[in-house]
């Protein structure tokens, strides 16, 4: 059975620090771009980084470069995402998302989901 299970959320305060794990199962990670997007309260889901399939190739949104970093580590299944400095607007449930091959761009892209995991940042 295909399993994408994200973990790491938490309460922080602002500057704190996080990071997020997801571990997939069922599937041949090696084959896919990992990333993640996040959903903010009261808005659209967003792409927030993503990681091609070598591992040459990274992606993130304006609002976290410089804080956030994305890595796998294909022999465990794992993708994780270590966020720094750490804003009240960083608030959202993170998704993991699977893309077959070295696609990345919106949704219309995923092929596979996790069910999310809370990050509250707030003073």
């Known amino acids: 059975e295909m399993q994408v299970v994200e973990s790491g959320g938490g309460s922080v305060h602002p500057g704190d620090s996080l990071t997020l794990s997801c571990s997939a199962s069922?599937?041949?990670?090696?084959?896919?771009?990992i990333g993640w997007f996040r959903q903010a309260p009261g808005k659209e889901r967003e792409g927030v980084s993503s990681i091609n399939t070598s591992s040459s190739r990274t992606y993130y949104a304006d609002s976290v470069k410089g804080r956030f970093t994305i890595s796998r580590d294909d022999a465990k299944s794992t993708v994780y995402l270590q966020m720094t400095d750490l804003k009240p607007e960083d608030t959202a449930v993170y998704y993991c998302a699977l893309s077959y091959g070295d696609s990345w761009g919106d949704e219309s892209y995923i092929d596979y989901w996790g069910k999310g995991t809370l990050v509250t940042v707030s003073p």
């Open positions: 069922g599937l041949v990670v090696d084959y896919y771009a």
